[in-house]
């Protein structure tokens, strides 16, 4: 092309480009230029153009589409392009980026810099020999093309670094040797980072800092003691040139990811990072100390242990000891710092107490209790609730550590802990952060993030539980019984409180609610301990806590009449002292409580869940129903149940509407809970009325009694019995229905079937020959179609008969019922649908085998029963092809429990029929990829049992068939691919398969970019 040419070709992709980004421009006219733009990429000689608006533009959007448009040429033409082409691109692009780099705008010199390693990753060493010598030659200059340098190095760690799939093809035994290539360069790359590090750091006259006293590593690094005076610096050199140094910190943070570390890292280069990462307090270098921190957690996660790997551990304690020291000493610079600095900073605590705290306290240099000593200033100086919870993590990764007989030695810092968590958690000490702690909005978990903040806070309390129980139990209630009697005054002072006292009432309240909480989290661990003396006050202890609570319950809460936020602290309070009562309830026994002072519970309780003028608040409803189901499960009874909740037990006959259907649920679980002890002629008789009205409202009747049933499903034999001979005519009403198609079962077509599948769920042993009818309606109503909701919970119950055995469902009329009328329906649209029929043809295969293979039976019966078989493993290995993920590792599944359980790999109808059917559309699977990638292990799993029946004939026979099966394999890759390892253990069967699969999509992609007289 002549220049004029080349000027107006490049004038017009400019005027595109631009119209292109232009606001005004329509999508129209956008998907227009689009495909203007991409007929123009497709060409084969589009690189050529691409280079000479390289050279010639300084419109940033031309630009990147021509490095958009070589970076496909690199990826996809490159095998098809002559050496001396390729050449001319990477010098062009190489002279463009050295001549250019400094005044490029950043992402154009990004994205060059990535094409330089893309050809790399073809070319190194044998096209492009001085690739890496380039990069380190780069890093050890200054400035700009310092950076342009970490840039290039940072791109080769993660482009040829690791073996690993970066989304371009490549072989396995190039993606190896580049790995090799780069360890071997790896030396002098690291020195070259390592001197950018050190030479900044001397900069702010830090080159020759005095060792430090209590330091015995070997000093082996240009910096040998760094941190040792690093809270001295008091400004950064200006000429500091801080983005080469967080780039460096970068680059090395991805080197870490990949490299032998310890072969590779040396601990001088550990500590010259960690020096980074502790000048957070300095101005300009928050970016390096948030990198620097990031790179020594990539150490630690890969668990770095060098061959001094205990002097390392000292160096980066009395580091880690020295940084915490300098921030708890100057508390004043902690807020100032950036939050994701205190993060990580936290991050890194943990991991170096998971991994390194145990191993060092045999070490006479290390000092324990002086760490934990700092890090508990640390973490209650740290100025947001987030970070403090990140900071929790790090003593609960201490707690976990800890042995029974360390608990003498760190109890110290353990009560400190406590303490200091109680006094976070409640506003008298730290009313500043807890009201500004959002209370309203919750998150994707339902919880606020004032919720979140006390149940991480909690959670710690009782993990340092686990270890004392008594003495924090202890710790706790005293603090409650000081505000305990506010809830008794509470009623009467909150009117008339005003000023400074009503607020002291209002935060003694608040307290009160809090700690309330605390306690009933602890009772599991109060009740563990062991030793008889600390048993007995423990016991103590829960009875006082149980007879102060049960005291305080016994007056309903006087909200009315106060303040809002008063009378929401009372009942807050007060649903406190039920959800702690309930946690305490199964332990009261143990506790010594009388059992009256528990029956008399459920007169505080009742009175919220009978119907009032005026309701009572939801919170407390709800509340009280969980209390009065954990009584009726745990407290054995000496009085007559009607007794104590006759009343809502008339009720609840009747209808319990007045409630929010999750209250209604909790008492209905608890009166049948209550009164289906002995002959539970009660429960059943209540069970019975709430099913009484499935005939005439079926979708207001039925979903109360689903709930039921998915709260009995784990219940006593007794318990199902009892509910199932109540539940009967309800199941009969709506099994009548069901038959009707049309009428009340089209109204509560999704109801009923609910209904039937929580009854199979959890009553199907006791349901006695009702079942078999049951499963004969359903499979009759599933020919005749409805919802695919419907259809799916039908089939779900099908499955449950065929798991539980016997002879009542027919096998022949359920495969019918699969391949006529179920699967046709179960598309990619119905995904539910289709998961239930194929977990309905697992069940069949795994739980009904010997009815393909009976023992006994006439030619033509066995013929049919083959058959049968075999379109039940044409369905499966139909449904391995569907787009689903779950499907597709549920029929893997199956094939795995068929195998294991029965043998199927090695059946002589599935060697002979289906063997190679499943390994060509399992190793098709693993070479599509895409979303079947997630299924990887599985199918290569798989690929490996099948292949275990006959592993020569897998190598020898099916492979070779299988890859000339593929289309665009050439006869020299064939060759090479069918050289397949003679390895049978799974590890390294699987290491080849993933070679091989990688290696045939390479060679496929190659041979259909390369020009035809090139395929070859």
């Known amino acids: 092309m002549t220049e004029q040419h080349i000027d107006e070709a490049l004038a017009s992709l400019d005027i595109l480009m631009s119209e292109f980004f232009a606001p005004t421009t329509t999508n129209i006219r956008k998907r227009e230029i689009e495909s203007m733009l991409e007929d123009f990429s497709n060409r084969r000689d589009s690189w050529k153009h691409c280079l000479l608006f390289l050279q010639k533009s300084q419109n940033q959007y031309v630009l990147m589409f021509s490095l958009t448009t070589l970076e496909n040429t690199i990826n996809r033409q490159w095998i098809g392009i002559s050496d001396e082409n390729k050449t001319e691109i990477r010098l062009t692009l190489w002279n463009e980026l050295m001549a250019k780099h400094e005044i490029m705008l950043y992402f154009i010199r990004n994205k060059m810099a990535h094409l330089m390693v893309s050809i790399a990753k073809y070319d190194w060493p044998h096209l492009y020999e001085d690739f890496f010598s380039n990069i380190v030659e780069l890093i050890k200059r200054e400035g700009r093309e310092c950076l342009l340098g970490l840039i290039l190095a940072q791109a080769a760690s993660e482009e040829l670094g690791v073996a690993r799939d970066t989304g371009v093809l490549l072989p396995s035994a190039r993606r190896n040797q580049l790995e090799r290539l780069m360890l071997k360069g790896m030396p002098q790359m690291l020195a070259a980072l390592s001197a950018i590090l050190e030479k900044n750091a001397q900069k702010e006259g830090q080159s020759n800092p005095p060792p430090s006293p209590t330091n015995g590593a070997p000093q082996t690094s240009a910096l040998p003691d760094l941190l040792a005076n690093a809270h001295e610096i008091q400004a950064v050199d200006k000429c500091l040139n801080m983005e080469n140094v967080v780039k460096c910190l970068t680059t090395l943070q991805h080197l870490?990811?990949?490299?032998?570390?310890?072969?590779?890292?040396?601990?001088?280069?550990?500590?010259?990072v960690f020096y980074w990462g502790s000048i957070a307090t300095q101005s300009m270098s928050g970016e390096a100390a948030l990198a620097g921190l990031g790179g020594v957690c990539e150490l630690l996660y890969r668990r770095y242990a060098p061959p001094s790997s205990a002097a390392t551990a000292l160096r980066l304690h009395h580091a880690a000891l020295r940084l915490l020291r300098h921030l708890t000493h100057a508390p004043h610079q902690?807020?100032?710092?950036?939050?994701?600095?205190?993060?990580?900073?936290?991050?890194?605590?943990?991991?170096?107490?998971?991994?390194?705290?145990?191993?060092?306290?045999?070490?006479?240099?290390?000092?324990?209790l002086e760490f934990l000593s700092y890090l508990f200033q640390y973490t209650f100086q740290v100025p947001t609730c987030a970070i403090f919870v990140n900071c929790l993590d790090i003593w609960i990764q201490f707690i976990d550590i800890l042995k029974p007989e360390d608990i003498p030695k760190y109890w110290e810092a353990l009560q400190a802990l406590v303490n200091g968590v109680l006094n976070k958690i409640q506003f008298q000490h730290n009313k500043?952060?807890?009201?500004?702690?959002?209370?309203?909005?919750?998150?994707?978990?339902?919880?606020?993030?004032?919720?979140?903040?006390?149940?991480?806070?909690?959670?710690?309390?009782?993990?340092?539980?686990?270890?004392?129980?008594?003495?924090?139990f202890t710790c706790v209630l005293e603090r409650w019984q000081c505000l305990v009697g506010v809830h008794g005054r509470a009623a009467w002072r909150a009117g008339a409180a005003a000023g400074a006292e009503g607020e002291r009432l209002l935060v003694a309240l608040l307290d009160l609610a809090v700690l309330t909480r605390v306690l009933g989290r602890l009772a599991p661990a109060l009740l563990s301990e062991s030793e008889s003396g600390r048993r007995v006050s423990a016991v103590q202890l829960g009875g006082v806590l149980l007879e102060r609570a049960g005291a305080a319950l016994a007056a309903p809460p006087i909200a009315r009449g106060h303040p809002p936020h008063y009378a929401r602290a009372l009942l807050h309070i007060h649903a406190e002292m039920f959800a702690c009562m309930g946690a305490w309830c199964c332990y009261a026994t143990d506790c010594g409580v009388p059992v009256q002072t528990m029956e008399g519970l459920f007169s505080s309780t009742v009175p919220f869940l009978l119907p009032r003028d005026i309701p009572e608040p939801p919170l407390l409803c709800q509340a009280a129903a969980q209390l009065l189901l954990s009584l009726s499960k745990n407290v054995k009874l000496t009085s007559d149940p009607m007794s104590l909740v006759g009343e809502l037990y008339n009720h609840a006959q009747r209808s319990l509407h007045y409630l929010e259907p999750k209250t209604a649920g909790a008492v209905r679980e608890a009166l049948v809970s209550l009164f289906v002890r002995g002959t539970g002629e009660r429960a059943r008789a209540l069970v019975a009325a709430w099913g009484a009205g499935a005939g005439a409202a079926p979708r207001a009747a039925l979903p109360p009694l689903t709930a039921l049933l998915h709260a009995f499903a784990d219940a006593s034999t007794h318990s199902k019995k009892i509910i199932a001979e109540g539940i009967q005519n309800a199941a009969e009403t709506a099994l009548r229905m069901l038959c009707e198609p049309s009428g009340m079962y089209a109204a509560a077509e999704t109801e009923i079937t609910d209904f039937f599948l929580a009854l199979f769920t959890a009553l199907l042993p006791q349901l006695g020959n009702f079942t078999y009818a049951a499963i004969d309606v359903f499979l009759d109503v599933a020919q005749r179609g409805g919802t695919e909701g419907s259809l799916e919970r039908l089939v779900q119950c099908v499955r449950l008969g065929v798991e539980a055995g016997g002879g009542g469902v027919r096998v022949d009329v359920v495969l019918e019922l699969l391949h006529r009328h179920v699967l046709p329906r179960a598309s990619h649209l119905a995904p539910d649908l289709a998961r239930a029929a194929h977990a309905l043809l697992a069940s069949v295969l795994i739980h009904r085998w010997r009815y393909f293979f009976p023992h006994k039976c006439d030619t033509a019966e066995g013929g049919r029963r083959a058959d049968e078989f075999r379109g039940a493993l044409s369905a499966l290995g139909r449904a391995l092809l569907l787009p689903d993920i779950e499907l597709l590792k549920l029929n893997i599944a199956t094939l795995e429990t068929l195998n294991s359980k029965w043998k199927l790999y090695?059946?002589?109808?599935?060697?002979?029929?289906?063997?190679?059917?499943?390994?060509s559309v399992a190793l098709g699977g693993l070479a599509e990829g895409g979303w079947r990638g997630l299924a990887r292990d599985e199918l290569t799993a798989a690929v490996h049992a099948m292949a275990a029946v006959d592993f020569s004939a897998f190598r020898l026979a099916f492979l070779p068939r299988f890859l000339r099966s593929l289309p665009g394999l050439a006869p020299h890759h064939l060759q090479y691919l069918e050289n397949f390892p003679p390895d049978t253990d799974l590890p390294t069967f699987t290491q080849n398969i993933h070679r091989l699969i990688n290696d045939v999509n390479c060679y496929r992609a190659y041979n259909a970019a390369a020009p035809v007289d090139m395929a070859t």
């Open 256 to 272: 870490f990811s990949w490299l032998p570390l310890s072969s590779h890292v040396p601990p001088s280069l550990v500590t010259t």
């Open 906 to 919: 090695h059946k002589a109808i599935f060697r002979s029929e289906f063997l190679c059917e499943f390994l």
């Open 432 to 472: 500043a952060q807890l009201q500004h702690l959002d209370n309203d909005l919750c998150d994707d978990d339902g919880e606020t993030e004032y919720q979140t903040f006390l149940k991480h806070c909690i959670e710690c309390v009782a993990r340092v539980a686990d270890l004392a129980p008594l003495d924090v």
């Open 334 to 368: 902690l807020p100032h710092l950036h939050h994701d600095y205190l993060n990580k900073l936290a991050e890194f605590l943990k991991l170096f107490v998971s991994l390194h705290f145990k191993r060092l306290e045999a070490e006479p240099e290390f000092d324990a």
